[in-house]
């Protein structure tokens, strides 16, 4: 199981890396890097509106604020239905639609063109696994102190490589740990996917609205590499690099057409 913290506009991931040995220091020079373009993009099989966010990094000693990519034109394709839209930009750098509503097993197909290049990505949205329900635990967090956290139960099909993406709202505040969970080594088993957090989120009392995605492997991937590249679920970060991602020319982030359902329950 995977954890990642704070995916949204994460720009580009540099970092210093100082080594000490027989008394030699290293310092790593951290240049000033030409702007990648940074895209988010989503579509579901829910009814309403599905985004895709395109935003440019800044240099390593800027501060976090990414400047919204405004002139682009943005397209999505369903390749089933041969049916393409043109998204409409909604707030800078915001594209949106609501025309569009997923279907599992068809595949869709993204292009952003900006300036004189065009990022392009596919996903094929996979069949949706049921939710069962939500439970909890309490368990001792890293200072020693007692926290809950949800565990979310569903069956795993036979046969078939699923890849799962949860998030969580408590009191109507986004948690930024994000989960992602694949069925490798537990293929038609019944899941009891704990989501453990670094903080103690929950307590009773709280409403937590639970979201649970089935994705594609590349959405899978992107958000696994992109832990190794963080130390995201307290794992030693990786010598720097970008996430593993599904967009072409040279971009940044992921496009990802999945299946999503929500449970909202009181903590016990």
Not at 244 to 265: D, K, P, R, W
Request: net charge negative; charged share 15%.
């Amino acid at each position: 199981m995977r954890r990642i913290t704070g995916y949204r506009r994460y720009g580009l991931l540099l970092s210093m890396l100082l080594v000490t040995a027989c008394k030699k220091v290293i310092n790593v020079d951290l240049k000033n890097a030409t702007p990648q373009i940074v895209i988010e993009g989503n579509i579901t099989d829910a009814p309403g509106v599905h985004t895709v966010l395109i935003s440019k990094t800044v240099d390593f000693s800027a501060d976090n604020t990414y400047p919204p990519v405004t002139d682009a034109i943005v397209t999505i394709t369903d390749s089933t239905s041969h049916v393409t839209e043109q998204l409409r930009q909604a707030d800078s750098g915001v594209y949106i639609t609501d025309k569009i509503i997923g279907s599992p097993n068809h595949t869709y197909y993204l292009n952003v063109y900006e300036g004189n290049k065009v990022y392009s990505a596919n996903s094929t949205m996979p069949f949706p696994v049921s939710l069962d329900s939500i439970s909890f635990a309490e368990n001792v967090g890293f200072n020693n102190k007692e926290e809950i956290n949800a565990i979310a139960n569903f069956q795993d099909p036979v046969g078939i490589a699923n890849y799962y993406w949860f998030t969580e709202v408590i009191n109507n505040r986004q948690i930024p740990d994000i989960f992602v969970f694949e069925d490798r080594l537990s293929d038609g088993r019944f899941i009891e996917y704990p989501l453990y957090n670094d903080s103690s989120y929950l307590n009773p009392g709280d409403t937590l609205l639970l979201t649970m995605n089935c994705v594609d492997e590349n959405t899978y991937n992107y958000f696994n590499t992109l832990i190794n590249v963080t130390g995201g679920n307290n794992f030693q970060a990786v010598t720097p690099a970008n996430p593993v991602t599904n967009l072409t020319n040279g971009a940044l982030g992921y496009f990802s057409a999945h299946t999503t359902q929500e449970a909202s329950i009181v903590v016990y």
